[in-house]
């Protein structure tokens, strides 16, 4: 099935500081799925959290961390921004009545190749994967014309960059 992609940038979801991007799939005029890709830009994490402080004001909502906090806090900084950074991640995604056509592969393998293209960044898969992705994940994973990489923290994500 050919179908055409579609690309929104900037959209923002829900007020979060980060970007989130779009592809949608589109055939014969009519629009049959979409996924939304979320990540934080490198300079937008940097003006928001310099500091582990800021991060406590702004994510985590602790005004005034006690020396307690700190390795904690540290801790879920730096996973907050390997999460949101390092690697962009699948937010969501919809493929409207035309499921088991395919229709969802071909939007993971094209989003993956438009954040490599935009950004230089993986696609990893969200942390709060829905039950029917894994197996959509699973086939990704065993197909062997489909470059994949396990993260640090586990899960995998799909590297876009074209082979040489």
Same mark, same amino acid.
């Given at each position: 099935?050919?179908?055409?992609?579609?690309?929104?940038?900037?959209?923002?979801?829900?007020?979060?500081?980060?970007?989130?991007?779009?592809?949608?799939?589109?055939?014969?005029?009519?629009?049959?799925?979409?996924?939304?890709?979320?990540?934080?830009?490198?300079?937008?994490?940097?003006?928001?959290?310099?500091?582990?402080?800021?991060?406590?004001?702004?994510?985590?909502?602790?005004?005034?961390?006690?020396?307690?906090?700190?390795?904690?806090?540290?801790?879920?900084?730096?996973?907050?921004?390997?999460?949101? %950074? /390092?690697? !962009?991640? @699948?937010?969501? =995604?919809?493929?409207?009545?035309?499921?088991?056509?395919?229709? +969802?592969?071909?939007?993971?393998?094209?989003?993956?190749?438009?954040?490599?293209?935009?950004?230089?960044?993986?696609?990893?898969?969200?942390?709060?994967?829905?039950?029917?992705?894994?197996?959509?994940?699973?086939?990704? %994973? /065993?197909? !062997?014309? @489909?470059?994949? =990489?396990?993260?640090?923290?586990?899960?995998?994500?799909?590297? +876009?960059?074209?082979?040489?």
């Amino acid at each position: 099935m050919v179908l055409e992609f579609r690309y929104r940038l900037n959209l923002r979801i829900g007020g979060d500081e980060w970007t989130n991007r779009r592809v949608e799939a589109w055939r014969d005029g009519e629009k049959l799925g979409h996924l939304t890709i979320a990540f934080i830009s490198r300079a937008t994490f940097d003006d928001r959290f310099p500091t582990v402080e800021d991060y406590a004001r702004r994510i985590r909502g602790i005004r005034e961390p006690t020396d307690d906090d700190c390795e904690a806090l540290y801790s879920y900084y730096r996973n907050f921004e390997y999460f949101h %950074v /390092e690697a !962009a991640h @699948v937010a969501y =995604v919809l493929v409207e009545e035309h499921q088991r056509q395919g229709i +969802g592969t071909q939007l993971y393998l094209e989003a993956a190749r438009w954040i490599w293209r935009t950004e230089r960044l993986l696609l990893g898969a969200s942390d709060l994967q829905q039950p029917e992705v894994a197996p959509l994940w699973a086939k990704l %994973v /065993e197909d !062997a014309s @489909v470059t994949t =990489v396990r993260l640090a923290d586990g899960r995998w994500a799909l590297n +876009g960059r074209p082979s040489p």
